[in-house]
């Protein structure tokens, strides 16, 4: 599983979105939505140990190169780790999960506001359908903080992935996020000692077990994204919601309605239709290119 094939791509960014949805599933056996802050201060403490080994043998030059920007990032991702808890604990799995998936669609309008990238229709269809698809999702027993926490944790999410683009070029994946998550060190151990409160034995476990989840799928996004054109590969990631449906009704008994899968379909077959859009176009570029070679050779 090289990725260097689109079909090997699209198997590591599968297995990735597998390993995403069990750290879900961990985080929500977990139930520490009245420990919050220590929960997120242990899943940074063992991201970073667990990291460790590996950026420590593999010197890198410069290695605090773009600090702010690695400071920002580790305190975001405390940011969504709090909110990925609370949403955890309030809604069903696949529910969450739905939700998470307008990430794609705020990082599209925040790259407009901040890249200047071009809105299209197509774009703006597709902020609306996954809205849309939101509300259909959301039955009235699941407004409060839980929904709240969950869009919040899309937003910041959007947020934190944008500002990979500023990060050092010469700074590899796994070094950037050891050194975030020692960013995120700090401001996770204060509200962890402000909370005061504590974690069983099996609660540590299950946070352990969710930090080796979540840096296996931020491998995966470096493995499956690093050889391949985003666009041929990206739909893959939403294999996670599928995931999050079945582990919902296996793990949680957790029923599978009409709504649901209703309003996945809005946040999920737009985004799905603009990558396909953009395959083919790059087809198209693909060819045009390869006519002008054999003009120019002839």
């Known amino acids: 599983m090289s990725g260097r094939s689109v079909s090997s791509a699209i198997l590591v960014l599968v297995l990735g979105n597998l390993m995403a949805t069990i750290c879900d599933v961990l985080i929500k056996l977990a139930n520490a939505n009245e420990a919050v802050f220590q929960f997120t201060f242990y899943r940074v403490l063992f991201m970073c140990l667990v990291l ?59 790259a407009v506001v901040f890249f200047r990238e071009r809105l299209s229709k197509t774009v703006m269809f597709a902020a609306i359908s996954g809205f849309l698809g939101v509300l259909v999702i959301l039955k009235p027993s699941y407004i409060g903080w839980g929904m709240v926490s969950a869009l919040g944790f899309s937003f910041v999410l959007a947020v934190n992935s944008l500002l990979v683009r500023k990060m050092p070029q010469n700074q590899g994946a796994i070094h950037g996020l050891f050194i975030a998550q020692m960013c995120a060190l700090p401001v996770a151990s204060g509200l962890a000692i402000w909370e005061g409160g504590s974690l069983s034995w099996e609660q540590l476990g299950l946070a352990l077990g969710s930090s080796v989840c979540s840096i296996l799928y931020s491998l995966g996004c470096l493995v499956g994204y690093r050889y391949v054109a985003s666009s041929q590969v990206s739909s893959a990631e939403y294999s996670g919601l599928l995931f999050a449906i079945l582990a919902g009704f296996v793990v949680f008994a957790e029923s599978i309605d009409m709504s649901l899968l209703l309003g996945a379909a809005l946040i999920v077959m737009p985004l799905l239709y603009i990558g396909r859009k953009d395959i083919l176009a790059e087809r198209a570029k693909r060819r045009e290119n390869m006519q002008a070679d054999v003009i120019a050779e002839v």
């Open 52 to 110: 460790a080994p590996f950026v420590l043998l593999k010197r890198t030059k410069n290695p605090f190169e773009g600090l702010k920007l690695h400071i920002l990032r580790g305190n975001l991702w405390v940011l969504t780790s709090v909110l990925l808890v609370i949403s955890l604990s309030q809604l069903p799995l696949a529910t969450a999960n739905a939700i998470f998936y307008t990430a794609p669609i705020f990082i599209i309008l925040l």
